[in-house]
């Protein structure tokens, strides 16, 4: 077995991924909870060369990164090769030589796959979903969802998602934490592969969902976890004490901004026009919230800082005048990318990569294939019309193989 050390806190959707990625390939670990002890985050800030985000995860004395580097050294096929190196015995087994055979095969794990995962497990299509190394989709990183039917007082984004995958296994669906790496979508049955396994699959259910969108800066990614970062339920906790920035004037930015004056003394929302995106009940949330500030008709051009964020360089879009804004954490929430770039040249998509379906179904420009959720929604991206788009995939899919066995 390797020796892995593991630094979390609670509430940190990437350190659940983690541990699970882990667990997945039958490792154990040790777990150090940085907010219980301030000495604990100090050694996490020495150890990984000042990384001021978790996880921050070690191999031996190797130092892997968080979990997006945990999870793009297992996408590459080498995570098992340095768990093995560092336990000396293997890590997994090998993928199996011949590919399964599924009726229905989910790809993601957003509202939209567990739905159609329910729908289809309740027709006794026995579904495999491929749930993702990122298991759970946007909501894992959401802190109180309050939009979702049912739910009179709230419920948190991981613990709605916690329910919906049960919801799924329990009707039978088999959920798998691995990423779909190759489709094949030109002959029937379909074929899909992820690191360990391989489907062939007579119907396909697309729901990839949509990823956060970065500024593209250089200075941004430079500065990546020492101070700026996409999740302020993950890392907002670790400035505690400092003035902090959101850009963005969605609900993503307005609920971001809401979570961390819990710990910053103040938040400024950096917004590129005068008029907020995001829903009328969250504007008058933040408007009412006196530590929060807003800095319309502006632009980010540049992160400032050397080795942690120090402030932005600001730019009024109207007037073209600079300016600095010195703030400890920047945190970027300007809307998101659907994920379908391993679709394309197979599937019908738009410009920006949404997936195009038959006007009022989840079909595809394949026969056989459906999508739903974020992936094929450019305008309405909600949880609760997610898991309608889902519930619409599998009984699509239900009904195109039962016409299709005729
Ligand atoms: P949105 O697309 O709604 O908003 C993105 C924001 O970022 C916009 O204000 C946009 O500006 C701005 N933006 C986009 N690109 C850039 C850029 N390059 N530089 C600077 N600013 C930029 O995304 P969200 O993630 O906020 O929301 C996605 C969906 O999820 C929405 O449907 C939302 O309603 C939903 N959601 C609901 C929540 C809730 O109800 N609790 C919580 C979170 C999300 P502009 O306005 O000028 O286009």
Redesign the pocket.
């Known amino acids: 077995m390797a020796d892995i050390t593991l630094y979390s806190k609670s509430a940190c959707p990437f350190c659940e991924r983690a541990k699970a990625l882990l667990a997945s390939k039958g490792q154990r670990f040790t777990e150090i909870d940085v907010e219980a002890d301030p000495a604990t985050l100090d050694e996490m800030l020495a150890r990984s060369g000042g990384q001021r985000t978790v996880p921050q995860i070690f191999i031996g004395e190797r130092h892997i990164g968080g979990f997006d580097e945990l999870a793009a050294l297992d996408r590459a096929g080498e995570l098992d090769a340095l768990l093995e190196s560092a336990g000396k015995q293997r890590a997994t087994t090998d993928a199996p030589p011949e590919p399964e055979r599924t009726r229905v095969l989910i790809i993601g794990s957003g509202p939209a796959g567990y739905t159609a995962a329910i729908y289809a497990g309740r027709a006794e299509l026995e579904p495999v979903v491929l749930a993702g190394l990122e298991f759970g989709g ?1 909501l894992m990183l ?1 802190t ?4 979702y039917p049912g739910f009179p007082e709230g419920v948190t984004g991981p613990g709605l998602m916690d329910m919906l995958q049960k919801q799924a296994e329990r009707f039978g669906a088999r959920v798998l934490c691995e990423d779909a790496l190759r489709a094949d979508f030109s002959k029937r049955p379909f074929r899909v592969e992820t690191e360990r396994h391989a489907f062939l699959a007579d119907a396909v259910i697309v729901a990839t969902g ?1 990823s ?2 970065w ?2 800066l250089p200075s941004e990614q430079r500065l990546m976890n020492r101070g700026v970062s996409a999740c302020a339920t993950c890392d907002g906790a670790l400035y505690r004490d400092r003035e902090m920035a959101v ?9 971001e901004a809401l979570f961390l004056t819990r710990y910053a003394t103040k938040v400024t929302i ?4 005068d ?5 009328k009940i ?1 504007q008058e949330r933040a408007k009412q919230n006196e530590r929060i500030e807003f800095l319309w008709d502006s ?2 051009d540049e992160v400032l800082g050397e080795d942690e964020v120090r402030g932005v360089r600001i730019r009024n879009l109207k007037s073209g005048a600079a300016s600095e804004l010195s703030v400890g954490a920047l945190f970027v ?4 990318q659907p994920n379908t770039a391993l679709f394309a040249e197979q599937l019908e998509m738009d410009d920006v990569g949404y997936l195009k379906v038959e006007s009022g179904t989840t079909r595809t420009n394949i026969e056989g294939v459906f999508a739903c959720g ?1 992936a094929m929604d450019p ?5 609760v019309t997610a898991a309608g788009t889902g519930c619409m995939a599998a009984i699509d899919s239900e009904r195109w193989l039962s016409e299709a066995a005729d």
Do not use: C, F, P
């Not at 008029?275 to 829903?279: D, G, P, Q």
């Open positions: 946007q959401t109180d969802v309050e939009n949509a956060a969108k500024l593209g850009v963005g004037g969605g609900d993503t930015a307005i609920e950096i917004h590129r026009r008029e907020l995106r995001a829903s969250m632009a980010v929430a300007i809307g998101h974020d305008v309405y991206r909600q949880a």
